[in-house]
């Protein structure tokens, strides 16, 4: 019975978010508690003991009287909305297996002149997670491991792809929190600065997507000419090309009708959206609803430890911000150099703990918890939303425990070390000098703005 304790609190959570439910909300992120406990000896280890240590530290909390019964709740609600945004986004996992154009991408990918891979990939990797979430990692590091199998590539072939290909996926990943409306970044930002919208902040993310893009397109050049020789040429598009364009603008419309006559957010949007549409398709497809329920029952699960992260990270952010004063940045937000600085160590703080094993949705739910402090304070809260994206778009890259690079280390079986800091270490230095200049630019412009 606790296999249907997970679609049922995504439905939930779907519910509460169009009715503006807190209570049903906070109903929804004790159903994925009771599931993580039932479930907590097949979790991996990290996604186990985060979601304990962040059980405990609210619980401790909440018997001490620091937390009261509407933070408790919010704790709740803010693991149902994260868990719930990640399991109702990754249901378009469900496409791959029902469209060939998917399982071949990288014959698709790999076309066209060698010279444009690295932004290719890197461009259609974001375009992808946007819809699919972690589901990117899934699709392109799974199909890529069958692709090399298939064409019997080993040794220094089969590690040059590796690197080429699953890097410049996760790079293309790491640019979702920077241009997507559904990154969850943009979700945790917006969610506590209701006045932020993903819409006001996506000019400043696509300048720095395009910086990311083209230092790696710099570091990548040479080995992605090497790869080029050894592709296999398509001859025709793959069966479901047709069909994959009009599905992704389904969605993408719905999600624009929502937000033009509804409050819903853009993230929200998209969590009806995808789930909705995907179900439909599965639906016409297959003509089954019982073996339509059970798959979609079974993906959401696949991705539990994922799922258990952001739950625990979201629901341990609420008790953090819970426990800090209310005028904890009240001095360090004097004047536009203070908000600066403030701004810059936010970013910052996201990598340099993230390689230390604290992931960034961690980091990010407890700062964002906090810039309602500067808002209160009078403190324009856009230019401090770029630079913590911006801090979390670098962080997915350098975090050796965050999601993504787990998945692409048990793809590519490379050691998570080397994805994050041997391929990616270098690629990081070279680009933070350059966003650091774009976001004093950003600070500079936002008081003529203002």
Avoid at 141 to 155: E, M, S
Avoid at 438 to 445: D, N, P, Q, S, T
Wanted: aromatic share 8%.
């Amino acid at each position: 019975m606790s296999r249907f304790l997970v679609p049922v609190a995504v439905l939930l959570e779907l519910i509460a978010l169009c009715i503006s439910s807190p209570h049903l909300s906070a109903l929804a992120g004790v159903l994925f508690v009771l599931y993580f406990l039932f479930a907590l000896w097949r979790l991996q280890a990290y996604s186990r003991y985060l979601f304990l240590i962040s059980l405990l530290a609210i619980g401790y909390l909440g018997v001490v009287g620091q937390l009261d019964s509407g933070d408790l709740m919010r704790a709740a609600s803010n693991a149902a909305f994260y868990a719930a945004f990640l399991g109702s986004l990754g249901m378009m996992q469900c496409l791959v297996r029902r469209l060939e154009v998917l399982q071949r991408i990288h014959d698709v990918l790999l076309g066209g002149r060698p010279a444009l891979l690295y932004p290719k990939y890197a461009v259609v990797s974001c375009g992808i997670a946007s819809v699919l979430s972690f589901g990117v990692m899934n699709l392109l590091c799974g199909t890529l491991a069958d692709t090399l199998g298939q064409r019997g590539i080993t040794g220094v072939s089969r590690l040059r792809w590796l690197r080429s290909v699953l890097i410049s996926t996760l790079r293309g990943f790491a640019l979702v929190p920077l241009v997507a409306p559904t990154s969850v970044a943009v979700a945790i930002i917006t969610r506590e600065v209701p006045t932020l919208s993903w819409s006001g902040l996506l000019p400043y993310g696509i300048g720095s997507a395009i910086l990311l893009v083209l230092v790696g397109w710099v570091l990548e050049y040479k080995r992605f000419r090497l790869v080029s020789s050894e592709r296999k040429p398509l001859e025709t598009w793959p069966a479901g090309s047709g069909r994959l364009l009009p599905l992704v603008l389904i969605i993408f419309t719905a999600m624009g009708v929502l937000v033009q006559f509804t409050a819903l957010k853009v993230s929200v949007a998209a969590m009806l959206t995808v789930p909705v549409v995907t179900l439909l398709y599965m639906l016409w497809h297959d003509r089954s609803a019982t073996e339509v329920a059970r798959e979609a029952a079974d993906n959401m699960l696949g991705m539990s430890n994922e799922m258990s992260i952001f739950a625990g990270s979201a629901g341990l952010g609420v008790a953090l911000v819970g426990v800090i004063p209310a005028d904890a940045l009240a001095g360090m937000a004097s004047g536009e150099l203070g908000v600066l600085v403030l701004a810059v160590c936010g970013s910052l703080m996201m990598p340099l703990l993230s390689a230390v094993g604290i992931i960034p949705i961690t980091v990010l739910s407890v700062q964002a918890g906090l810039m309602p402090q500067l808002v209160t304070e009078g403190v324009d809260p856009l230019p401090v939303a770029v630079a913590l994206v911006i801090g979390f778009s670098l962080a997915m890259m350098l975090s050796p425990f965050g999601p993504a690079v787990m998945l692409l280390s048990r793809f590519g079986q490379v050691s998570r070390w080397v994805v994050a800091f041997g391929w990616n270490g270098v690629f990081v230095l070279l680009s933070l000098p350059l966003l650091l200049v774009m976001l004093w630019g950003v600070f500079a412009m936002a008081p003529a703005m203002g």
